[in-house]
């Protein structure tokens, strides 16, 4: 199989080649898919740019010699709790942590696909209408101008005069009380 | 109104190619683009995180050397993982070896003790 073809593999997929045979070159191919994403979630938690290098390193150096402890069915959400744990033990001044895994964190990690399934889409139409209407004003304003009117962050920033971390902000807490609401009511 | 629900209940986002991230942080994107990963982005806990970490990069134009020094290091990780694995087997060998010799002695002496009384 050549490196184009491995290219296309899904992180999974190397990963339970790795565990099966423990060659090294199944690492060589998923770690640096999360490479520049674990500098960016390291840099969001040290604010400087070497200790967040020696950080992904760090990191890189747990995943290639305990991941084989662990039971991970999705890579995604434990290289995300690995290294937030890095980052966490790295401003306590420990450089050398221990990964903590929780069974519970074998979901995957989009915030999404840890809720419920809705299946039936068309019925929560009304639903949503009526939910977003109960949404605070700020929120309702981005999450219309998000998803109704495919606004950016940046447009909405200048349609609304919110700061860049406010949108960011409505638009999660409009979006996770939306997803209470429909919820809520579809259990009802 | 269906797309809007689809939008924000979707669990089916495509992940964010490398590209298009460097894009979008260099604010390089067309509107519908730059609004296709900010979705994205909303859906994923780590992809947020990430972005909010490499916007604090700056001049962004660094990233791609960043990427490859991190690169470079994870190479000589996994080479220095396999040299260990090779030194450790070279080392198992001999033992190996004497185990053989061992054996094949041990046979070699029966059957001379065994022959003498014959």
């Known amino acids: ?28 191919i998923l770690l640096p898919r999360y490479s520049l994403i674990l500098f960016g979630v390291c840099m969001k938690y040290l604010k400087n740019e070497d200790d967040a290098r020696d950080c992904v390193q760090q990191i890189f150096f747990k995943v290639i010699n305990e991941i084989h402890k662990y039971n991970v069915q999705h890579f995604r959400s434990w290289i995300y709790m690995v290294a ?8 306590r001044g420990q450089k050398n942590f221990k990964v903590e895994w929780n069974e519970n964190l074998n979901l995957r990690d989009d915030a999404n696909e840890q809720k419920q399934h809705l299946s039936e889409r068309e019925k929560m ?16 304003a981005c999450i219309n101008y998000f998803y109704l009117q495919k606004k950016s962050y940046a447009e909405i920033t200048t349609l609304t005069g919110y700061s860049l971390t406010q949108v960011k902000s409505y638009l999660q807490n409009g ?14 | ?32 683009e730059m609004h296709r990963v900010e979705s994205m982005l909303l859906e994923s806990d780590l992809m947020n995180d ?21 690169e470079s290091r994870l190479k000589k990780q996994l080479q220095k993982r396999k040299a260990i694995k090779a030194r450790r087997t070279i080392k198992e060998l001999p033992w190996v070896y004497i185990f053989i010799i061992i054996i094949i002695l041990l046979i070699l002496i029966s059957f001379a003790v065994v022959k003498s009384y014959l």
């Open chain 1, 84 to 91: 937030k744990n890095a980052c966490l033990m790295w401003i």
């Open chain 2, 1 to 32: 109104m269906t797309d809007i629900v689809k939008d924000i209940f979707s669990n089916d986002g495509e992940p964010i190619d490398k590209d298009t991230l460097l894009k979008y942080l260099n604010g390089e994107l067309p509107a519908d």
């Open chain 1, 175 to 188: 979006k996770r009380n939306l997803e209470i609401m429909m919820t809520n009511k579809n259990e009802q």
């Open chain 1, 125 to 140: 139409l009304d639903l949503l209408q009526e939910n977003i209407s109960k949404l605070k004003p700020e929120q309702q």
């Open chain 1, 1 to 28: 199989m050549n490196r184009d073809k491995n290219d296309q593999l899904s992180d999974e997929d190397l990963l339970q080649r790795f565990l099966h045979d423990r060659d090294n070159k199944w690492l060589g």
């Open chain 2, 50 to 70: 990430a972005v909010e970490g490499l916007q604090e990069v700056v001049p962004k134009n660094k990233l791609p050397q960043i990427e490859m020094d991190l």
